[in-house]
């Protein structure tokens, strides 16, 4: 064999081995991909984009016959302070701790997934200064939601508000209950356990409670509906403050999910 026959077949060896390193190099990005593990810690629901159902269609009931192994954490407040918290990071602070046991409260929402929903509700919240009347208002365009960790379903607003000017920051307007004073600790709870009621379905596979934001006699029954049910355990948050409340998640939090 010649010297230029050696050096030719000796490149064609060389061009093989290159293509062979990177076909099996390709090949071990691809399997390391498809087999890499979600990041669970990120986010408790799936995107919207991803999530999208029809709701005539949809089927399966939200609310939970047994205890979940796994709860919802809390979502990040503006401080480790509760001192420092608003009226809204309260109210999130009181229906996450009525959400997170199992009681008649908690089971009407669907139990402790239900926190799922709550946190999304909390998180879409902006303030607006709406009629007097109002306290929380959701409107527009819904989604359907699933958690990728529990399968537990519900719907988010296009737009969900806080009234500056209601009830939930005004003590000077009329209360969505008549049990409790406007701008009270109660009264708060009540409106964000209402608005939760709009987003999840019972195991009738209907929604909580019916949608109400054309008719007010029908959103003060809504509220007492929540009040009817919720009672003692609204009326339990009074002998725990904020401080012991904050302090006593926080400490669950550390330890793990399931409580």
Not at 27 to 36: E, V
């Amino acid at each position: 064999m010649t010297r230029g026959k050696r050096l030719h077949i000796a490149c064609l060896v060389l061009v093989i081995s290159q293509f062979s390193i990177l076909k099996s190099a390709a090949q071990s990005a691809l399997l390391n991909t498809l087999n890499r593990e979600p990041d669970l810690e990120t986010r408790d629901v799936i995107p919207r984009a991803l999530s999208t159902v029809n709701l005539a269609e949809e089927s399966t009931p939200s609310s939970l016959t047994t205890a979940p192994s796994y709860v919802p954490r809390l979502i990040t407040l503006s401080s480790a302070d509760p001192g420092k918290f608003g009226p809204l990071e309260t109210a999130y602070l009181d229906a996450f701790t009525i959400l997170r046991t199992e009681n008649p409260c908690s089971h009407f929402f669907g139990g402790p997934l239900a926190i799922t929903a709550l946190n999304e509700l909390v998180r879409q919240l902006k303030p607006r200064f709406l009629d007097n009347k109002i306290a929380i208002r959701m409107s527009g365009r819904t989604t359907t939601v699933q958690s990728h960790l529990t399968g537990f379903k519900y719907r988010s607003f296009e737009k969900a508000e806080v009234n500056m000017d209601g009830s939930f920051f005004r003590a000077d307007r009329r209360s969505v209950i008549t049990e409790f004073q406007a701008n009270t600790r109660e009264t708060r709870v009540v409106v964000l356990l209402h608005e939760l009621g709009h987003m999840v379905k019972n195991k009738e596979n209907q929604w909580v409670l019916p949608d109400d934001g054309s008719s007010p006699s029908l959103s003060v029954q809504n509220s007492q509906a929540v009040v009817n049910v919720c009672r003692q355990e609204i009326k339990l948050l009074s002998g725990m403050s904020h401080a012991q409340e904050f302090e006593l998640v926080a400490k669950k939090e550390s330890v793990g999910r399931v409580w």
